[in-house]
C-alpha cells in the first residue's frame, strides 16, 4: 500500500488515468450508443457534473475499474477547463490538500453516482441526445 | 337483233326484257325475217374508199364512179406487193370489222370465237402502215361509202394502237352515216355499238356470212372450188339467206332457254331461295343485335377507362416534381440533424456540466477562487510595493508628525498589514494546485461556461427541433405521395384489365362486321335472283316463264329456216347450171339438182350423175364461180363484186369467157388485177365495159418502207 501522497498538480491531474467501477463504464459505453455521443469521456462528463450536483459525497464501493480516460480528454485540453473542472470537484469535496489519488477515487465515485443518476432520470427518453440535453437544461436551468 | 354477241350474260338479259314485255307472234317474225331479206335484194355499189395507215397506203382515197348498167367494171391494176390485196382486205374490214372473221370465212374457220377475235386483232395491227408507226402515228382508217337504194351509206372505222402497236378490244371505233347528209345512226342504249352496226350493214348489204360470194380473191374461189359441192351449196343458200345468223340466233334462243330453265323447272328454287333469305335475315338481324351489345359494351368499357386516365392525370400533376423535392429536404434535413447531433453531443459535454453542477456549488466555487486570488495579491510583490508607497505617502500629509510618532504609526501599520494576511490560508491551501495558475482565467472561464450553455445549447434544440419538423413533415408528405402511388398503381392495374377487355370487345367487333359484312352480300345475292325470278314470273302473259316465249320463237325461227331455204334450191339449181353453162366451155355439166335435204346431183347432157367425178382445179373454179354468181342472184344480183386476182388459175377460152361473164352480169365488178392477168386482149375484151381505171405504183423515196399511191389509167403502156 502506498503512502506517498502526491499534491495535486494540473500537469498530473491531465496526464493521469481516469476509470470508474467496471459496471459504470458498462452503463457508459450503453448511454454513449444509445445517445449517439461519439466519444466515452462525452457522458462520462454529464455524468459526473450531475452528480457533483448532489451536495453530499458520493459513497460508491468500487471493486473492479473500467477502461482509463486520460484526464485532459475528460477534463478538456484547454487549462482553464481542467482548472474549472477540478476547482468543482475539490470545492464540492470540501477537503483540503486533496492528494491525486483520493481525487481520482472522487471521480470515479462521482462517475458512477452521475451515471446511476442519469439513468434515474433519462430512462424514459427516446430521442437521442437532443431529448437528453432538453431533459437536463429543464431540471438544471 | 340478228348477229354474234361477245357477251352472253349482256344478251341474255337483254332477251330476259325482250320476253318479258313483249309476245312475239309467228306471223311478225316471218315479216322481220322477209324484211331483212328484202334488204338483201336491193342493188348497192361501191363509191369510195378512204384509207389511212392501211397496209401498203399512207393515205389513199379510190372514187368507184356510179357504174351504168354497161360499164360495170372497175379495173384496178397493180403488180404484187403494190396493194391490190390491201383494198380488198379494206374493203372487208372497213365494211364488217370483226365480222368478218366470226361469220366472214377469214381467220381459222374451224377455231372458237375468242381465236378469230384475236386473229383479227393481230390482222389489224399487222394491217397499220409501218412507216406511219414510225413516224409515231397511233391510228388508222378506213371509210367505205356506197351507193344504196335509199341513199348513200358511209361506215367509218377507226383503230387506236398502244406505243406497243397492240389493239385492245374497245380500241375500235364505228361510225355509221346514212343519206345525202351523212347522219350518224345512233346507236340503241344498251347495245353495243359493233354489233348493232354489223346488224345494220347485214341489213342493208350483206351478212358478214356473204364475204366469199362478192368479196374475194381467186384464190380463194379455188379453195371453195374443191370444196364438197353439197357444202358448197350449203355455205352459199345460207350465206345469201342470212341464214347462218338465223341459225345462232336460234342457238343463243337454246342457250338462253337452258339457261333460264335450269332455274325455273326446279319449282323449289323459289321457296329455297325465300327460305335462304330469311334465314340470312335472322342472322343479320341476330348480328345487328349482338353488334349493339358488344357496341355497348365497348363505350362502357371506354367510358370506365376514360375516367381513369383523366384521375390517374390529375394524380400525376402533382406528385413526381414534389416526390423528388421533398425527398431531397427530407434527405438534407437528415444529414444536416446528424451533423447537428454530433456537434450538439460534443458542446453538452463540454458546456452541459457548468449547468448541472447546480448553482450552489458553482457559487461556492467561485467565491473560494476569488479568495484565493486577492489573498495572491496581497501576497504577492505588488503588495509589498503598495505597502511601502502607503507608508511613504504618510510621510507626505500635512501637518507633519514627529518621527518618533510617524515611526509609531508605521509600525502599526506595518503590523495590521501583517495581521490581516493569516485568515486565507485555509482557502489557499484547498486551491494549492493553482498556484501557479491564473485564477481569475478560471473564475472568468466558469461564468462564461455557464452563459454559453445557456445561449448555445438551446439554440441546438431549437435547430434539432426544426429539423426534426422537416424530417417528419418530409416523412408525411411522402407518406402522402406513396399513397397517391399505391393509387396510381391501383389505378394501373385496373387500367391494364379494362384494356385487356376492351381489346377483346374490339375484336369481337371486327369478327361481326366480317360477319355482317358477308351476310349482307350473301342477301343482296340472293334477293337479286329472286326479284329477278319475281319479274320473269310477272313479265310473262299468263304466268309463263320466258323460256316459253324463247322457245317458241326459236322453234319460229327454225321453222322459217326449214321453209325458206328450200324455196330457194330450184332456183339456185337453175342459176347454177346456166352460170355454168355460160362459164365452161366443156360444157359437159347440163343440169344440176339441188334436193330439199340440200344435196347436189350433176347430170351430163346423156343424164348420167357425174356428182362424184373428179375434176381440175380450173373446173372447180368455174363451178365455184357459177355458184358465186348464182348466190350473188339470190339476194337480187344487184350485189357489188370485189375480186382479187379473179382469172389466176384459169386458161385463156375460161378467161374469156368469166370476163364476158362479169361484164354482162348487170353488178358493179371491181377487179384487182396483175398486169399480166387482165391484159392485152383480155383487157380490149372488156375495155369498152370499163367506167374507171387506176394504176397501183409503190414509191420509196429513201430506200425505205415506202407507200403505195394511186394513179389513174391502168397500165397504159400495155393496154395502148
Redesign the interface.
Known sequence: MSTVRY????GD?ARADFRTSLPADHENSRFQRE?????R???A??A???S??D?TPPSTHIEAYGKPIKGDTLF?Q????L??????I???SG???LSRREFQDLVAQHWARGLNMLELKLNKIE????S???N??AT?? | MLGSHKNRRRLFLHFDSIFASTTIEPEELRNQIAAVHDGLRRRCQFKRIRMSNWKAFDAADLEFPTTAPDRPIVLIGGNNGNGKTSILDALIAGLYGVGSFIDGGRGSVQASEVVRRAEYRSFIERAFHKPAYDRGERMSSVVVELSIPNGQMEIERRWYFDDDGQLFEDDEEVVIRLGKDRDIVAVPQDEDPISFYESLVASIVAPASMIPFFLFDGERVVELGRRDIREQVRIGIESALGISSLKRLAADLSDYVKDRSRDLVDEDVDAELRRDVTELEDKQAECVRERDAVEAEAATLKQRRDAIVHDMGALTNQSFKDRHETLEAKHNAIQQLAGLRSEMAATASRLLPYLLFGRPLMKRTISALEKTASSRVLDGNPSELALENLLNALDQIEPKVDLATGRMIKERVRSAWTVSRPANVADQARHKYLDRYDVERVIQGLGQGVQDAKVQLPEFIRRAKELGQIVKDSDEALQFEEGIESARSRYSAVLREINGELEAVERKQREIAQQLWHIENELVAKRTNLERRLIQRRGTAAGLPVVDAATSLRIEILNAIDQIVPEYYAALADKVSSNYRQLAHKTVIQRIEINEDGSVKIFDAAGADISQAEASAGENQIFATSLISAVGGLVGSQLPLVIDTPLGRLDTAHRERVLDFFKNGGSQVIILSQPEEVGGRYYDQIADSISAEYTLSYRSDDGLLGSTVLEDGYFRQRAA
Not at chain 1, 445517445?35 to 466519444?39: E, I, L
Not at chain 1, 482548472?83 to 468543482?88: D, H, L, R, S
Not at chain 1, 430521442?127 to 437532443?130: A, E, K, Q, T
Request: aromatic share 10%.
Open positions: 499534491p495535486l498538480q494540473l491531474i445517445w449517439g455521443f461519439t466519444f469521456y462525452q457522458p462528463r454529464l459526473i457534473s450531475v457533483l450536483s451536495p478538456g484547454d487549462e482553464s477547463d482548472a474549472a473542472w477540478i476547482a468543482i475539490v470545492e464540492h477537503a483540503d490538500d430521442d437521442g441526445i437532443v437528453v440535453v432538453e437536463l437544461l438544471h436551468p
